[in-house]
């Protein structure tokens, strides 16, 4: 069932409807379709009593001038403004249900979907040649949260503060909220934050009688073990291509054994010895635990491997836990998470912290940025959040779906998980984070690969992050 105006759509740009009667019909229609087609048909009632009440005002002359005012080209039997989203494979399908659902929900836009490679490097790459170039050929981008301060400080990404009602970030997580905010604008929409896990395999450990390690060690001594056990070939795999997926990766280590990127002003201190401990694990891993080819691997290629059950364990994003278990997966069913671990140098494992924010192309018009603001609003509503976590397992930026009796049941490490969130780290925040990262992949690629010396690469790493900073 499809109602003539998305109401929402209609409410934000008129400012005639109460609050309370606000209906962001589209977000209902994913939920409710499933659930309660009744309720579904009073609230298509109550839109369309508002749109002919609104109609009325308008044709009374009744409409108070507002930034929001309805252009009067824009009528409901008209033809739908189309707008362009583009976002990488890696959340493709769970992305193209709930695109399709709002599609259904409301006449008034189109969205239609343009799906990039799961590689950061590559999407990267591409929103900045548009956008750069004042191309309009995509309107919503899903923006890797890295990339917001970049992006934003570019002037590329339209500010939403007049374009969203403010209430729809009150109810989220503050880091994703003020990771989108730059230079006191809100120029992206927190849509899903992310955070790696060590999923491993649990009847392995069952069939060897041993319980979770916490350190690097004790998973190396494990993985000693478990080869030939229940079809596990290798003990250790993750994502070791000259990606920023390796970027996380490495990080994790550095972060893990008491090491960091920057010190407390700012200053690169990435030659450090604990630092080139960490990255002496990730080697050792790399050499004697891990497939041939995991210095070629990004996260798709890791997780075909791990689902074939010929790995004991994986670092991965949250997200895996749903795609992990999916049809054809070797591993359905045998799949458990935790923290990652802690090398001899550290006291405490960090999570890398990712996620995807919804960006708006400040180069296309004021027409198709009220449309890409309104299915921006209809994704990050509370309940296109629950179920794209059901349907995804990516973490929420709601703070409320993580205690919802139906997600918890659907995803019982989520109850852990809260720990494991809480304390991960940002990778570094700047401008200039693309350099960073490039600087990072090239020479800790060279040194997991045996192209240098692992003390080496962090000198030349050094060097190159103090002439940035």
Not at 328 to 348: H, M, Q, R, W
Not at 381 to 394: A, H, Y
Request: a negative charge; hydrophobic letters at 40%.
């Amino acid at each position: 069932m499809k109602i003539e105006r998305n109401t929402y759509f209609f409410e934000k740009k008129c400012k005639r409807f109460p609050k309370s009667e606000n209906i962001l019909y589209s977000t209902f229609l994913l939920h409710s379709s499933m659930k309660d087609k009744t309720h579904l048909k009073e609230e298509t009632n109550m839109a369309t009593n508002q749109w002919k009440k609104a109609a009325a005002l308008l044709s009374a002359g009744a409409m108070a001038t507002s930034l929001f005012a309805v252009p009067m080209t824009v009528q409901a039997e008209e033809e739908p403004i189309t707008i362009n989203f583009s976002f990488d494979q890696g959340v493709g399908e769970p992305t193209q249900q709930i695109v399709d659902a709002y599609n259904e929900s409301q006449d008034a836009v189109r969205v239609e979907t343009v799906i990039l490679p799961q590689d950061a490097n590559t999407v990267h790459d591409d929103f900045v040649n548009k956008l750069a170039s004042g191309d309009t050929s995509v309107d919503v981008m899903g923006l890797d949260v890295t990339y917001v301060s970049e992006f934003g400080s570019a002037g590329w990404l339209a500010d939403l503060t007049e374009l969203v009602d403010p209430s729809l970030t009150e109810g989220m997580l503050t880091g994703p909220v003020e990771g989108a905010t730059v230079d006191g604008k809100l120029v992206a929409m927190p849509w899903f934050t992310n955070s790696s896990v060590l999923f491993y395999r649990s009847d392995v450990l069952e069939e060897l009688g041993e319980e979770v390690p916490t350190t690097w060690e004790g998973w190396m001594e494990l993985a000693d073990k478990a080869v030939g056990v229940n079809g596990v070939e290798y003990g250790a795999d993750f994502q070791a291509a000259q990606s920023e997926a390796m970027v996380c990766n490495w990080l994790e280590y550095v972060w893990g054994n008491g090491g960091d990127v920057l010190d407390e002003d700012g200053n690169p201190i990435v030659n450090s010895e604990n630092n080139v401990e960490a990255t002496e694990i990730m080697k050792k891993l790399v050499d004697e635990y891990a497939p041939e080819g995991v210095t070629t691997y990004t996260e798709t290629e890791s997780e075909q491997v791990f689902k074939e059950g010929k790995c004991l364990f994986i670092r991965d994003w949250s997200g895996f836990w749903t795609s992990g278990q999916d049809e054809g997966s070797k591993v359905t069913g045998k799949i458990a998470a935790t923290k990652l671990p802690v090398g001899p140098s550290g006291t405490e494992s960090h999570t890398c912290l990712g996620g995807l924010d919804l960006v708006i192309n400040n180069n296309i018009d004021d027409e198709h940025k009220e449309a890409a603001a309104d299915f921006i609003s209809y994704m990050a509503s509370p309940e296109t959040q629950k179920e794209m976590t059901l349907i995804s397992s990516q973490p929420p930026v709601v703070e409320s779906v993580y205690t919802d009796a139906e997600i918890l049941e659907a995803i019982p490490f989520y109850e852990e998980f809260v720990d494991i969130i809480a304390t991960g780290k940002s990778r570094p925040l700047s401008p200039q984070y693309a350099k960073v990262s490039d600087a990072i992949q090239r020479n800790i690629h060279q040194a997991l690969t045996g192209e240098l010396e692992i003390a080496d690469a962090l000198e030349t790493l050094q060097a190159e992050l103090e002439e940035l900073n």
